[in-house]
């Protein structure tokens, strides 16, 4: 294990040097975790802790060495939530799990078809300052908001022990350097404010409540397959069916361009409905056409 540790760290001193954001780092890292130790899929997340109310957890990259592997197999909302939930209660695994113990019955029958039959994941706290990931400079004060990132992996037998540990130290230092490069994500532009219209449409858009289509909440694998881009996929993660759009874009901190793209994909999609704060339903076509 520490052989692989020397070698990564290694490849990524001589690599870094072309490399011009996290995105870009954080994707090596993945990548060269799966071919180095033998994962199946390698998967990096970054979770701000929920009482802030900032931004969701967030599915930063994802390796895989099956070529023939559907993305919606570990690119959904089981394997989401399984995530989010760990890194709301700080947890790390310390020993892989079966994937039968960790996924619901529907998302780990999908899972072990394509041999992914151990799970586990590390967990590393302030790694990513919080202005790197969603580019919005918080007031250096004594008290910052903390961000995880989690990096969770399948494989297909029953990993070493150590594996974990090796992995988290990795990261740790893979983070390390990134910070004193000083490198930053590609998406620098955010929205901190929701969109601010002129007119009395753009007004009554933003109160309007988006909710999750009944179909496609019940089919989160066959759904989710069409969400690819980030910006949607967090979008489409954070609608509860409480908060308005107004709330939705200050959570998700995307910037406004981006915000009203990822709202037109969900409604072309028909993933999602839109109702009035009062509860009548609105025709998702006619505010396309304002969009």
């Not at 197999?73 to 790390?92: G, K, Q, S």
């Not at 858009?205 to 496609?216: A, C, T």
């Not at 009548?280 to 006619?286: I, Q, S």
Request: hydrophobic share 40%.
């Amino acid at each position: 294990m520490g052989n692989h540790q020397l070698i990564i760290v290694t490849r990524l001193l001589q690599a870094i040097a072309g490399m011009q954001n996290i995105d870009e780092l954080l994707r090596w890292s993945a990548n060269m975790l799966a071919q180095r130790l033998n994962l199946e899929v390698v998967q990096i997340w970054t979770f701000q802790d929920e009482r802030f109310k900032r931004i969701p957890i967030e599915l930063c990259t994802t390796a895989c060495c099956q070529p023939d592997l559907p993305e919606q197999i570990v690119i959904n909302a089981h394997v989401a939530e399984v995530a989010r939930r760990l890194c709301n209660e700080h947890y790390t695994v310390t020993i892989p799990q079966v994937t039968e113990a960790v996924f619901s019955s529907q998302a780990a029958r999908l899972l072990t078809k394509y041999n992914l039959n151990y799970w586990a994941c590390c967990q590393l706290t302030n790694s990513i300052p919080i202005q790197a990931i969603t580019g919005f400079q918080y007031p250096l004060t004594r008290f910052n908001p903390p961000t995880h990132t989690l990096v969770s992996f399948f494989t297909r037998q029953p990993p070493d022990p150590r594996l974990i540990t090796t992995i988290g130290y990795i990261m740790e230092q893979v983070i390390g350097i990134a910070l004193n490069r000083g490198l930053q994500l590609a998406e620098k532009q955010v929205l901190v404010q929701p969109p601010a219209g002129t007119g009395s449409k753009d007004a009554l858009l933003m109160k309007l409540v988006p909710q999750r289509n009944r179909d496609s909440e019940a089919n989160h694998g066959k759904h989710i397959q069409v969400i690819t881009s980030r910006q949607v996929r967090r979008l489409y993660l954070s609608i509860d069916g409480r908060r308005n759009l107004a709330n939705l874009a200050v959570l998700t901190q995307l910037h406004q361009h981006d915000f009203l793209l990822a709202l037109r994909s969900l409604l072309t999609q028909k993933q999602i409905q839109l109702y009035e704060p009062d509860g009548h339903f609105v025709d998702g076509t006619a505010v396309l056409s304002v969009l």
